[in-house]
């Protein structure tokens, strides 16, 4: 059974970092593409970063490019999401979640599995 279980979320004033990690198993983690989402209050869940199975190509949405960076260590089974320069607008639960074989980078739907998620709240 794939099991992906996030953590590293917690609070920290503006301009602050965080680095959340994403231990995975249940299958083999070097095959596949993994993702970070976000979910604010009200708001739907949204696409933040994406990483290659190999860790050579990187996605990110316009909102954070520059400033949160996404990787990996497949002999770790673990993907990481580097925050820096955090804003209150990126209060919200993070989600990692792992690409379906043959997806393309995009939206929820593309990916099979998720974690259960990890809080960040960023104070003004």
């Known amino acids: 059974q794939v099991q992906l279980v996030e953590s590293g979320g917690g609070l920290v004033q503006a301009g602050g970092s965080l680095r959340l990690s994403c231990a995975a198993s249940g299958r083999t983690f070097s095959y596949y593409a993994m993702g970070w989402f976000r979910q604010a209050p009200g708001k739907e869940r949204e696409f933040v970063a994406d990483?290659?199975?190999?860790?050579?190509?990187?996605y990110y949405a316009d909102s954070v490019k520059g400033r949160f960076t996404i990787s990996r260590d497949n002999a770790k089974n673990t993907l990481y999401l580097q925050m820096n320069s955090l804003k209150p607008e990126d209060t919200a639960v993070y989600y990692c979640a792992s690409r379906r074989l043959g997806e393309a980078v995009g939206g929820t739907n593309r990916y099979d599995y998720w974690g259960q998620g990890t809080q960040v709240t960023v104070s003004s």
């Open positions: 990483i290659s199975s190999t860790g050579r190509t990187t």
